[in-house]
T-cell receptor
């Protein structure tokens, strides 16, 4: 069974631009979560989607948004990029919302110049 | 969710058991203990989780003290590929995958 895939793997943007990252969960998984990882703040939860609805949200500004499609694929968008948004963005999928381990993708490395 | 405390780093000789401690003294009755690890340049990987009984799977064993205030992850025969950052997370396992990752323990398996 294929794992979680994320595209693109690497991305370079400039301040003020916006970016969209994509995540395809493991087949049959219905929950998708997004995390941001930086050297200074570590791994931080962004949001979680289940059945096309946002179920949980971390403490990030409104510039960070996401959505989930009917096939469980998910996208996250960051508008008006700032230098501090440079990070590894990780997507994870799980079968359901509760009591299931997450399976992480390889991440998208975003660099904001 | 309860906060966890882990040593910043540990070393282990290849082939020996690696015992990674985690303190979660404020854990409440409905909170589970999860362990993940992150090998350099990869996404985190689920290892094991438990509530109060000891758990074992093909990767590791999880020993939770009777008062549930601490736990130990045991890798029975560490290999060089087990070198990674190990995260102990306590979470109410009733809803959502919004895990809070701390800094974890950097385990170095030495030849």
């Amino acid at each position: 069974k294929a794992g979680v895939t994320q595209t693109p793997r690497y991305l370079i943007k400039t301040r003020g631009q916006q970016v969209t990252l994509s995540c395809s969960p493991i087949s049959g998984h219905r929950s998708v979560s997004w995390y941001q990882q930086t050297p200074g703040q570590g791994l931080q939860f962004l949001f979680e989607y289940f059945s096309e609805t946002q179920r949980n949200k971390g403490n990030f500004p409104g510039r960070f948004s996401g959505r989930q499609f009917s096939n469980s694929r998910s996208e996250m968008n960051v508008s008006t990029l700032e230098l501090g948004d440079s990070a590894l963005y990780l997507c994870a999928s799980s079968l359901e919302l509760a009591r299931n381990e997450q399976f992480f993708g390889p991440g998208t490395r975003l660099t904001v110049l | 969710d309860a906060k966890t405390t882990q040593p910043t780093s540990m070393d282990c000789a290849e082939g020996r058991a690696a015992n990674l401690p985690c303190n979660h003294s404020t854990i409440s009755g409905n909170e589970y203990v999860y362990w993940y690890r992150q090998i350099h340049s990869q996404g985190p990987q689920y290892i094991i989780h438990g509530l109060k009984n000891n758990e074992t799977n093909e990767m590791a064993s999880l020993i939770i003290t009777e008062d549930r205030k601490s736990s130990t992850l045991i890798l029975p025969h560490a290999t060089l590929r087990d070198t990674a950052v190990y995260y102990c997370i306590v979470k109410r396992d009733n809803y959502g995958q919004n895990f809070v990752f701390g800094p974890g323990t950097r385990l170095s398996v030495l030849p």
